[in-house]
């Protein structure tokens, strides 16, 4: 089964779309995860039609920020456990009834003083956890400062944070192909940043 993880940055618009619509004809994934669509319930039920998915569910967006989708295609079988403005849990059925893995979608918190929030996030997800899981999503931090390019390194305190929460919930990052960068911003006095925020992280089973 593949699946697409994207932070959209907004898919209020035809052009944005009709973008993502071009990504999705390309890697033809079975289940996507969108953070930060930017739309409301009725939207984003007219996207994953448009987009060409059977079966979905997302969180609305609060005005113009947030919100997260998951569309999957008729053939996987998916039941949301939970869902909110931070990640979605869910898992996949398979056809007499048991549980064939775990999913978690998540964007973490983008404040930087709210960090901690998604390491205990990680951990109350893991707590009690049996499973196979895997976690994927726009983490919002680096896990080390070779993860960042440009601007002020990130304090040793909050790299630490946040490998703990991964290393303590039992997660492995997966690693990746292509450009190492998936943030980037221009600052005036700073120049270009450049971050590696988006990952997927597993258990061993």
């Known amino acids: 089964m593949k699946l697409l993880s994207l932070n959209c940055q907004g898919l209020g618009n035809p052009v944005a779309v009709s973008s993502f619509e071009s990504v999705i004809r390309f890697h033809k994934p079975q289940v996507v995860?969108?953070?930060?669509?930017?739309?409301?319930?009725d939207k984003w039920e007219k996207t994953r039609y448009e987009l060409g998915f059977e079966d979905g569910d997302g969180v609305p967006a609060d005005g113009n920020t947030g919100g997260l989708c998951l569309?999957?295609?008729?053939?996987?079988?998916?039941?949301?456990?939970?869902?909110?403005?931070?990640?979605?849990?869910?898992?996949?059925?398979e056809a007499d009834g048991d549980?064939?893995?775990?999913?978690?979608?998540?964007?973490?918190?983008?404040?930087?003083?709210?960090?901690?929030?998604?390491?205990?996030l990680i951990r109350n997800l893991h707590c009690g956890n049996d499973e196979s899981w895997l976690c994927a999503g726009d983490f919002n931090q680096i896990s080390s400062n070779?993860?960042?390019?440009?601007?002020?390194?990130?304090?040793?305190?909050?790299?630490i944070g946040f490998n703990n929460a991964l290393s303590d919930s039992g997660l492995m990052d997966l690693s990746f192909r292509?450009?190492?960068?998936?943030?980037?911003k221009k600052r005036d006095v700073l120049g270009l940043i450049e971050e590696h925020l988006d990952r997927e992280v597993a258990n061993k089973k």
């Open 99 to 120: 549980s064939k893995w775990r999913f978690i979608g998540v964007y973490g918190c983008p404040e930087k003083e709210n960090h901690h929030l998604t390491w205990d």
């Open 33 to 41: 995860f969108l953070m930060e669509t930017k739309l409301s319930n």
């Open 146 to 159: 070779a993860e960042k390019v440009g601007g002020r390194l990130v304090q040793e305190q909050k790299l």
């Open 71 to 93: 569309f999957w295609k008729k053939e996987v079988k998916i039941k949301v456990k939970i869902s909110d403005k931070n990640h979605m849990d869910v898992k996949r059925k």
């Open 178 to 184: 292509g450009y190492p960068f998936t943030w980037e």
